[in-house]
């Protein structure tokens, strides 16, 4: 069973005292600061986040060129899948979390009876919210028998990492590996055979296989054309190259393969973490095991609703925030456990992409402003160095960016997607306007778990 998750790594009780008082202790001093020169003290933050912004830029690109050649991606081939006899294929749970969700059951039912597993070797549980009663009825009305029916009390945080510990109380000691796929999942068949035969041949350190996660809806609207491209560039080129370099890697919330015996031994999910899959991934880097990227393609729904996405994408800043906030409590530790450059990356995935989205706006307001008649106190912001520094984001920074999201459409045999790349400014903003929900929601309702509607696609692959 698994064991409490320790006091240190729950964000139920998000701000230590210390982290409260170095807040306050920051807090105070820019205040201070800017009352004394708030020139300066602006010139100073400004410099502070052009160089952040052009430091992550750059390593953003290193790792999708070091993406491109290659990473380390783990690849099974149909026979490699099949060589473990079934009567030696380890025992799976598959955890299959939905809420509110009755017309996508028999799309998420559909795309899991594909999977080529011996069913002796296979322990299903669909898990539903004793309040869900309409996708519960579904869900019966399916009559399907290697699926077992999983109710989770309402009892808070009302989360999806809850659920799953709950429904991880209930398989027998036989289970080896655990997997997760969400509500608009259509999985590889051969994803389980996969994840099985990479365990068997990798060293006892890896605890973690990490598929990769693609949309079969990319085409419906401009916005699942961005998403796609995102997604693309994040599975397929930086995770096999934080891989490559030994770095932590944050888990996505599907398609994760864990061995069940070292998910109960870090505690399991974090119930009140709303990116309850990247902080599992550094709690297990942190105890000196490492994740691999499987080759194997999970199929989701890109969000195709403005507003949805963005009541997803502020979930998962939170998460991020939530995450950096808890495994930042005992920083000299968190070194000694992970590195210098693993550590750096963590802090700028975690903290860096959703503060630095925040921040976009306060530039492009500089840059408006700029345009727009170039106020005498620019000159006060924007010593020389901090200027020419500024200048420099501002075109070869975002130059990069795109051509990022250009590299990535071309790599992936999408030109269809050209129009998307270039467009991608538009996407940078939403993500800010999800970024600023994010910091509003971590201070008033931090473990909240903002829903996620799926199947609003046009377009479902049979």
Request: net charge negative; with cysteine.
């Amino acid at each position: 069973m698994p064991t409490q998750l320790e006091d240190e790594f729950s964000a139920q009780r998000l701000w230590t005292r210390p982290q409260r008082i170095l807040g306050v202790v920051l807090a105070v001093g820019i205040t201070a600061a800017a009352i004394y020169n708030w020139s300066d003290t602006l010139a100073v933050l400004v410099t502070i986040a052009t160089v952040y912004f052009l430091l992550s830029t750059v390593d953003r690109a290193y790792l999708v060129f070091r993406g491109l050649q290659g990473g380390r991606r783990v690849r099974v081939t149909q026979e490699q899948a099949y060589s473990i006899p079934d009567e030696d294929l380890p025992v799976y749970t598959v955890l299959l979390p939905a809420y509110r969700e009755p017309d996508i059951v028999a799309t998420l039912l559909d795309g899991v009876s594909r999977i080529d597993y011996p069913a002796d070797k296979l322990d299903v549980y669909l898990i539903l919210e004793e309040d869900d009663q309409e996708t519960i009825a579904a869900f019966q009305a399916q009559r399907v028998h290697n699926v077992n029916l999983v109710v989770v009390p309402p009892t808070l945080p009302r989360t999806k990492p809850k659920a799953c510990n709950y429904a991880m109380e209930l398989p027998s000691e036989r289970s080896e590996y655990v997997t997760i796929f969400d509500a608009d999942d259509i999985p590889d068949p051969l994803q389980l055979r996969k994840a099985a035969y990479t365990f068997a041949n990798a060293p006892d350190d890896v605890a973690a296989l990490q598929g990769t996660l693609s949309y079969y809806n990319s085409e419906q609207n401009l916005l699942t054309r961005w998403f796609s491209i995102e997604y693309d560039q994040w599975f397929s080129y930086v995770l096999p190259a934080l891989s490559e370099a030994n770095c932590v890697i944050p888990l996505g919330g599907s398609s994760n393969h864990i061995k069940t015996a070292l998910l109960w031994e870090v505690g399991g999910w974090d119930p009140y973490n709303v990116t309850e899959d990247a902080d599992l991934g550094i709690r297990l880097a942190r105890r000196g095991y490492r994740t691999l990227m499987l080759d194997s393609v999970t199929a989701e729904e890109a969000n195709a609703d403005w507003l949805n996405w963005l009541r997803q994408r502020s979930r998962w800043y939170k998460g991020y925030l939530q995450t950096f906030i808890v495994h930042s409590r005992h920083p000299v530790k968190l070194f000694r456990e992970v590195g210098f450059v693993p550590l750096l990356r963590m802090i700028n995935i975690t903290a860096g992409m959703p503060i630095a989205c925040m921040i976009n706006v306060a530039f492009w307001a500089l840059i408006v402003l700029w345009y727009g008649g170039r106020p005498a106190f620019f000159d006060s912001i924007f010593p020389n160095s901090t200027y020419y520094l500024s200048l420099l984001l501002f075109t070869a920074g975002n130059a990069i960016a795109v051509t990022l999201t250009l590299i990535t459409t071309r790599a992936s045999g999408r030109p269809q997607w050209l129009v998307a790349a270039l467009l991608i400014p538009g996407y940078w903003l939403l993500q800010a306007i999800g970024a600023i929900k994010s910091g509003v929601q971590l201070i008033y309702n931090p473990s909240y778990w903002e829903k996620t509607e799926h199947g609003l696609s046009r377009k479902v692959p049979k």
